[in-house]
């Protein structure tokens, strides 16, 4: 069986520093470095139109949802200058064929009608629309224009869970497998640590996550101090105050997932104590000192250590590195902490 690994994070939290690690190892096939695949957790993509279909569903929610599904899948195939499409080129051009296969296995009856939600009117349908009133106000409706209705093909899919999630590990496994044959892979960002609690239903026991956690001191320092001077762009509020709730709450809203297919570790600690998080992940996955083929060629800890403590460098915003400290105590590497000082993985 295949195996699946991916790596994750809360955004700027340094997940891509353990994607460079892990292409150090012969083993693992990694086809598209840092691109970060977005088809399951994205909006609109499987997670959601898996809510959609199993938790909301109506005649209108069934059309609806498998619409804007396709949608989003033709866009991330399309649409070239998008930083996570343009999957014509990044994973080849029968993904769509794929998708479609997929929707054709969910979807129970296609249909040619028209549907009240199916008739949004764009601008210029609303002035055709007026126009007709007005021609037939005029003519004492003798004319009598019909209204336009949109006639479409609509979908009806009212699916049971346990085919459901039959057809979607399908097309995920062909997915997968389309983007990289190889018979272990790492693709950067699958699932995110919110999506966490769904991967009993996903994946099998060969998948592997691996999420990285990073100081929220450093995250909002390095966001407002360097990436926006760099014009670069920018996840984070950049007043602190609201900083501080955005990021409490995206960490207290993530459901609990404890699962042994899941490995959490500090961006830190992977520059700090770089022996033992290598061998931990080593454990982790399968591997050995062995499998490490390339040694620091991509992930360099004595370059990457320049990232950690960014807060002890800018004593002239203590008012604010306080102020997360104070709020933010349980995410601040070395708050709360502690070292894993016996070894065990």
């Not at 693992?28 to 938790?55: A, C, Q, R």
């Not at 998008?82 to 014509?88: G, I, L, M, T, V």
């Not at 360097?226 to 501080?244: A, G, L, N, S, W």
Request: a neutral charge.
């Amino acid at each position: 069986m295949k195996k699946i690994i991916t790596t994750t994070g809360y955004m700027v939290s340094g997940s891509s520093a353990v994607t460079d690690l892990l292409k150090e190892y012969s083993k693992i096939s990694n086809k598209n470095g840092s691109f970060e695949y977005v088809f399951l957790h994205g909006p609109n993509g499987v997670f959601d139109l898996e809510d959609n279909l199993l938790k909301n569903n109506t005649v209108v929610h069934s059309d609806y949802s498998i619409k804007a599904f396709k949608k989003e899948m033709y866009d991330l195939f399309n649409i070239r200058f998008w930083w996570c499409a343009n999957y014509k080129k990044m994973l080849g051009p029968q993904f769509k064929k794929i998708v479609d296969k997929y929707i054709d296995n969910l979807v129970d009856v296609k249909y040619f009608s028209h549907w009240y939600y199916s008739e949004k009117p764009s601008k210029k349908d609303e002035i055709i629309i007026a126009l007709k009133k007005i021609i037939n106000k005029l003519t004492l409706y003798k004319l009598n224009i019909a209204e336009m209705r949109l006639n479409t093909e609509l979908y009806m899919s009212f699916i049971d869970d346990a085919t459901f999630y039959k057809y979607t590990n399908e097309f995920i496994a062909e997915v997968c497998d389309y983007i990289n044959s190889s018979d272990i892979i790492l693709l950067d960002q699958l699932v995110l640590p919110h999506n966490l609690y769904r991967i009993n239903n996903y994946f099998d026991e060969n998948f592997r996550c691996i999420i990285i956690e990073r100081d929220p001191r450093d995250v909002f320092l390095e966001n407002k101090y360097r990436y926006v001077k760099q014009h670069m762009d920018v996840p984070f509020p950049t007043d602190v105050e609201k900083f501080i709730l955005y990021y409490k709450k995206m960490r207290v809203n993530e459901k609990e997932s404890n699962d042994n297919r899941i490995l959490r570790i500090h961006f830190e600690d992977l520059i700090l104590n770089y022996e033992k998080m290598v061998s931990k992940i080593e454990f982790f996955i399968g591997l050995t000192p062995d499998d490490h083929t390339f040694p620091k060629k991509y992930f360099k800890p004595e370059k990457s250590i320049n990232n950690v403590g960014l807060y002890k460098r800018y004593s002239d915003k203590d008012d604010e590195i306080k102020r997360i400290e104070a709020e933010l105590t349980e995410y601040c590497y070395g708050l709360s902490v502690k070292e894993d000082k016996d070894g065990k993985f």
